[in-house]
C-alpha cells in the first residue's frame, strides 16, 4: 500500500483524486457516549483490529484511549506491534489464537496479552516462554465457546481449562471471556442461552476457586442492549466509528460515523440518448444527459455490485451512479446539476447538507453488514484525518493543507 507520508512530494496530492475522511472528533465523541453507559468500575476497550475497521489503528486508539477508553482490542500480533511501535502502553488483548512460537515470543517481548481457547495452546505458551530464559509471567485471557462456535474452550469444562492453565507458572489468567453470535438480533432467546452458559461456567469457576480477576462478554451490540452484559469490561466495535450494529439498537446513544469516502470529479461531458455508458453498457441513456466522471473505482473499495445502484451526494443532492463501477473511476447522472466543475467534490459516503449516505446503506444494498463496508476502504486511498472540520465540497484539491492552515489546533495529518 502507497504510504503517503513517506513521499513528502505526494501530499498535496492527497486530496486531488480520492480519499477517505476520518473524523477524530466523531471518534471522541462515540467513546464518551459508550463511557457514559457504562458502571465507573466497567472498563471499556476499543476494539481496533483490521486497522481499527478500516479507520487507521493508531490514530483511533490514541483517541479512544484520550477519550475513556482504557483497553485496545486487536486480532493478530503484528496489530498489537504497530500499536506498541507508536508508543500505546494501554493493555492490549490479541483476540486472534496465536500458536506459533515466534508470535509467543513476540506477544511477550511486545506485552501484548493473548487469548487462551485450549489446554494445549496454553501448554505451547508455557514451553515457549519456559525456554526464554527472562521471559517474566505472561498475563493471559481464557475465552469460553458459550454458542459462538468460533474460537474458545467448551464453557462446560470451565473449570478443567482454568485449573490447567493454572498450574503453568509462565502464565496469569486475568480474565475469563465470551463472544456473543447474535447480540444484534432483537430475538434475545439465543443471546440469553449464552448469557446462561457463561453465568455457569462463573459459578463453577467461582466454587473451584478459579475465577479470574475480570469478566467481559459484550460487543457493541450487547452493549447497547443489556447493562447486564457489561460485566467488568465491554468490548467496542463498530459503535466506536458511529453504527450501529442493527436498527432497533440504533436510537439508545446518540452515535455519530466517523468515516467518509470522497472523490473528485474529473471529467465533464455531454450524452445523446441512445449512448451506452461503461464497460458492457449496462446503462443506456434514456434521453440527452450530462454526466460526470469520478475519480474512484472498485480498486478503492467502492463495491462494483452498486453499480446502477449506488447514490453519490454532489452539492447537498443525491444522484445516480450510472454504468458498471470500473477499476479506478465510475460515472455519475449530473443532468439536473448544471453548474458542475471539474474538481467538485464527490461524496460517496458520508453527508453532504442533509443528505447523507452510510454504510448501513450500502450494506443493505449488498445484503451484507456494515462491518464489511468499512473495512473495505484500504487500498489507494489516502486517509485524511480530520478533527471536527471536513474537506469542503467548494475545497480545492489542497483542501487538507488550507484546513489544516485554518485550524491549526485540529489533528489533520495523513495516516496512510
Ligand atoms: C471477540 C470480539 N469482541 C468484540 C468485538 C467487537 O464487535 P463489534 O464491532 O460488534 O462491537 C469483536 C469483533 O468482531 C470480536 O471478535
Redesign the pocket.
Known sequence: MLNWDQMPALLPMRCSRAWVEIDLAAIRHNVRQFKAGLAPQTAL?A?V?ADA?GHGATRVAQTALAAGASWL?V?TVPEGIELRQAGIEAPILI?GAVYHPAEIRAVAAWQLQPTIVSPKQALIFAETLSAESESAVLPVHLKLDTGMSR?GYDWRQAVEFASFVAQLPALRVVSL?S?LAT??SPDLTCLRAQQRRFEQAIASLRQAQLLPPKLHFA???A?LADPQLHYDMV??????YGLS?APHLSGILNLRPALAVKARITHLKALAAGAGVSYGHTFIAPTDMRIAVVGIGYADGVPRRLSNQLRALIQQRSVAQIGAITMDQLMLDVSDLPALQVGDVVTLLGHSGAQQVTADDWAAQLGTIS?EILCGFKHRLPRILVDGHSVREGDSPAADSAIAASHPSSAIASDS
Open positions: 476497550m476494539v483490529k475497521y482490542g486480532a483476540m474460537l471471556y463472544h447480540a444484534d460487543n457493541t451490540a452493549t468490548r467496542v466495535g463498530l459503535g466506536l450494529p462491518w
